[in-house]
């Protein structure tokens, strides 16, 4: 059985025919049987433009980047081709924050 990818893993997907492989973030928590078989990532982008939704991201392995929160999208679990990485709490809580401004959400209305 295939290792299931859960949030806060970069993973390696293949976001099809106009993009390429890169590395992206799983948001989404693992899906029951009863449900899709999908994650919902943010890319990780190294053509940075300085914009208030990219969360800067450095670690081994990995050129200088930025996950790039405007950018989030969902993806059949097929198109997961390798774990790459586990992402530290204090970038995955400012991706969450930059979400939180982007999708203009209320954190409170989900606790």
């Not at 890319?43 to 969360?55: I, N």
Request: aromatic letters at 8%; a positive charge; one cysteine or more.
């Amino acid at each position: 059985m295939a290792r299931v990818a859960q949030r806060g893993e970069i993973w390696l997907v293949d976001l099809g025919l106009a993009a390429k492989v890169r590395p992206c973030l799983v948001l989404s928590i693992a899906f029951r049987d009863d449900e899709r078989a999908v994650v919902t990532y943010v890319p990780r982008t190294t053509a940075l433009r300085g914009g208030r939704f990219e969360v800067p991201h450095r670690a081994p392995r990995f050129q200088p980047g930025a996950f790039d929160v405007q950018n989030i999208n969902t993806v059949p679990v097929a198109r997961l081709v390798n774990l790459l990485a586990r992402i530290d709490e204090a970038t995955l809580d400012q991706i969450e924050s930059a979400l939180v401004v982007w999708l203009q959400l209320d954190r409170k209305q989900f606790e």
